[in-house]
């Protein structure tokens, strides 16, 4: 509705304009078409029942919490909508008074250019200064930073990031990703990444903890994903979440952290092209997910990831669309309270460890649980400062304090004692057709087994390897020696009897294994 509303006073603006020319007068000064916010409130509602929440919801245009369930949930009320949100008897607190006064006072000095390089987190800075700053750090430190470009968005802006590294990157050299706003609102975010990079190349060579893992793994630091979005946060409505894809309907946009293959389009995402959660038409839709999908294909050795995002203060793992845990959740559990702690022993602020689905609320299609499932690699979303009070709305000088606190979690991750896990790429499994397994990051020169199983998920031992497999009642595909650079690969025809059914594979080693590849025979 607020993009019908922008999009009808623009055109008035416009044909005003033209109409003024027309007659011989200039036309009337620039007017500002960026959505306000004028005494709209963010409350802390508690509906009781379902009833109550789907009235909240029909009062709200706009839910700040990232779940929608009966509970503490945060929204915005316009203020002609206050007297009914009173009447309907829900309890609430006021966590804003004035939306429109946040943006206002943080207009006031985002996007500022300093001179001094100190100060360059003081305030926000836009699309093009945060590319710029890429450049910068990429001079002060040529021999290990390289600014790349992954792809470009639906409006053809470049999505840029910064690979830092004392080595050559590839098989053997540990990969680690760290990127923010898949979520144009979420400004804190895309501070907090850049600030990351901004550490590792100004303390290379000063710090020995960070030199050394500098010259030990390889990082890739993306701070704004959806760029497009973020552009229009800047010009036309602050709060605005998705990207910018014409839906065709008279809505726009797909929440990209929904748009990711693992468990697409299931709980707690919208199939409604005019939600928040909408997550597109089909998992990858986007230029923004498929190009950073891909960039990950090209490069396996990535094994940690951190996908950053505002607002609630919580080190989230695996799984988000299920409240099962995971099967690395025994090691999950301990590493995010480690997070958590380094994290507040910064400045004081507590974050909450925990699996996305039970500390935050359900939901599928979501990047940590890709690049867990289908990478093979250590997953994790970083929900960062405040709980509430401000929301997307974090005040400039809560950005320096956030960002360090991140970069100390961020840095114990990276240093923490893990499992490199083997990575299994499996194609598309169709009867009649070859199918490619291919496993990555084994070690070199030792036989690479591939099984399957029908059955689903279990827990088997195999002695003479001294492994537990996560299948139930696996079945032995084949077999083939690792090469140089750890990767084994095996090529089978799909029988044409094979039934049409879901089948679970993994590649394991002595002592090693993969993830598990969930494929459906077709």
């Known amino acids: 509705m607020l993009d019908r509303i922008t999009s009808a006073v623009a055109l008035g603006i416009a044909l005003t304009a033209t109409s003024a020319v027309a007659q011989g007068n200039p036309p ?44 503490p949930i945060d929204v915005r009320i316009a203020p002609e909508r206050r007297a009914a949100l009173d009447a309907s008897g829900i309890p609430y607190d006021v966590l804003i008074p004035d939306v429109q006064q946040l943006i206002d006072r943080e207009a006031r000095t985002a996007g500022r250019d300093q001179v001094n390089a100190g100060l360059w987190f003081e305030d ?69 990444t850049t600030y990351i990079a901004d550490q590792l190349i100004r303390q290379y060579g000063l710090d020995p903890v960070l030199t050394a893992l500098v010259d030990t793994h390889v990082f890739y630091i993306i701070p704004v994903v959806n760029v497009d979005g973020y552009v229009y946060t800047w010009t036309n409505n602050r709060l605005w979440r998705k990207n910018r894809r014409n839906n065709g309907n008279g809505t726009f946009g797909i929440d990209i952290n929904r748009n990711w293959s693992y468990k697409w389009g299931g709980i707690g995402a919208s199939h409604d092209p005019g939600s928040d959660l909408y997550c597109g ?153 070859q199918a490619i397994l291919r496993a990555h990051r084994g070690t070199p020169g030792r036989q690479t087994y591939f099984v399957y199983s029908f059955s689903g998920y279990g827990t088997m031992f195999v002695p003479q390897l001294n492994v537990t497999l996560n299948l139930d009642h696996p079945t032995l595909i084949g077999a083939s020696t690792a090469d140089q650079d750890g990767v084994a690969t095996i090529a089978r025809t799909v029988p044409n009897n094979t039934p049409l059914r879901d089948i679970l594979i993994q590649a394991t080693q002595r002592e090693r294994r993969s993830n598990v590849a969930e494929r459906t025979i077709e």
Request: net charge negative; aromatic share 10%; with cysteine.
């Open 124 to 192: 926000y800075k836009t699309y093009d200064q945060i590319n710029a700053y890429l450049d910068e750090l990429a001079a002060l430190q040529p021999g290990i930073a390289t600014v790349f470009t992954i792809g470009t968005s639906i409006e053809g802006r470049a999505i840029k990031g910064i690979e830092i590294t004392g080595t050559t990157p590839g098989p053997g050299v540990p990969g680690v990703l760290f990127n923010g706003i898949q979520h144009a609102r979420e400004w804190v975010a895309g501070m907090t």
């Open 281 to 433: 038409s089909g998992p990858f839709s986007e230029p923004e997910t498929a190009a950073l999908r891909d960039f990950m294909l090209d490069r396996p050795w990535i094994v940690r990831h951190v996908d950053i995002h505002s607002y609630s203060q919580y080190v989230l793992y695996p799984w988000a669309w299920t409240p099962n845990p995971c099967i690395d959740g025994s090691i999950y559990t301990p590493l995010a309270q480690d997070i958590a702690n380094v994290i507040r022993s910064v400045h004081g602020v507590p974050y909450s460890p925990g699996p996305w689905y039970t500390r935050l609320y359900p939901s599928s299609g979501v990047m940590q649980d890709y690049t867990y499932q289908e990478r093979a690699a250590w997953g994790f979303t970083f929900e960062l400062r405040d709980t509430g009070q401000y929301g997307f709305l974090l005040p400039a000088n809560q950005i320096l304090p956030t960002a360090e606190e991140i970069f100390a979690g961020a840095i114990h991750l990276v240093a923490a004692n893990l499992e490199t896990r083997m990575l299994l790429e499996a194609t598309e499994l169709a009867r009649g057709q």
């Open 28 to 71: 009337a000064a620039t007017v500002d078409i960026r959505v306000r916010f004028d005494n709209h409130l963010v409350v802390r509602a508690m509906p009781r029942t379902e009833r109550e929440l789907q009235t909240l919801l029909k009062l709200t245009p706009d839910v700040w919490s990232h779940g929608i369930s009966v509970g």
